[in-house]
DNA sequence: CCCGTTCCCATTGACGCCCACGGATGCCCA
DNA sequence: TGGGCATCCGTGGGCGTCAATGGGAACGGG
């Protein structure tokens, strides 16, 4: 149980809290993760959200490059600036900001989608197509590479 | 929590102050960091404010070049020449001076960049666009090489 | 003496902490 | 096996605190 799985869809109040899944909670726990960070996605319309991982990963990235070059300043400004820390208040909740809402379009739900070493916060409408398609996609895949002959289901 | 991290946009009152970010002034304090130094970015119409490694940091990226030649001694004007040391009032603010306004633009409102080990002033519709551009710049470079060793990779 | 700069105080709005409620779940015991 | 109970979790609201902001007063240099 230390891992972010399964997906939940919790409401946003008036104050723009939500509750961070219980689960999600107890796996940040287990792992010690005591500042969460979060970061946009460069390529859905989702935030990630975990723990210094999530940034360390760019930091070794930015090892490889010349540390006065653009690409590294443009890297450190994508891995520090373009992210924000997230602070869980006594119940648990963290607070949809501007910064999340305006790249995922969060209004008054959210979907927490658990990714394994992280999660992620998608408005629900946007997560349920993108995940319409996603299955598509990988189901064309499976049958071709399978010989295909009879379609893959999946448990739901 | 002893990096400059998340970005922040703070309004410029009718006598040119700004607040700087709070969780700013604690790494700032953490750090020890007496003396605030402000300079042109090499890159970008932004300035970089920090504490005195960033001038370390600029003079170990001059070291590149010829102390004699009319290169270093442009470079030397250009970063030291409009260089400032900024001081906070008695409420943590600063004062956004000329030369800060004419390299960035900033008028009456300004954009904080955490970028770990310093931070950066921006106006906020440039720092906007320019993050636009980052975004897709790297988003590009992802899906283009994948697995290259320049490439840059998400985590997960 | 005037102007710019620094200090001090007031306001307001956001955020963190506390408590309260209701539904669902799981547990215990008959 | 089924009913009742305790607990946990998601949710909502009230309140105190602090940060961001704005304006006025005092100070100092030119």
């Known amino acids: 149980m230390d ?11 008036a104050k723009g809290r939500v509750s961070v899944p219980a689960s999600f909670r107890q796996v940040i726990a ?14 859905q319309p989702a935030i990630d959200v975990g723990g210094p991982e999530l940034m360390e990963h760019y930091e070794k990235q930015m090892e490889a490059v010349d540390p ?26 963290i607070l949809m900001t501007d910064f999340i809402r305006a790249h ?15 999660f992620q916060l998608w408005e629900p409408d946007n997560f349920e197509a993108f995940r319409g398609a996603l299955r598509e996609k990988l189901r064309d895949r499976l049958t071709r590479d399978r010989g295909g002959s009879t379609s893959v289901e999946t448990p739901e």
Chains 1, 2 share one sequence.
Request: proline share 0%; net charge neutral.
């Open 3 to 13: 891992r972010f799985l399964s997906s939940f869809v919790h409401n946003v109040d």
């Open 30 to 43: 287990s792992r010690g993760i005591r500042e969460l960070f979060a970061m946009r996605s460069l390529s």
């Open 68 to 93: 006065f070059s653009d690409l590294y300043q443009e890297l450190a400004i994508y891995a520090y600036g373009d992210g924000a820390y997230l602070k869980f208040d006594t119940e648990g909740r």
């Open 104 to 118: 995922t379009g969060i209004t008054d739900r959210v979907t927490f989608v658990g990714v394994k070493n992280s």
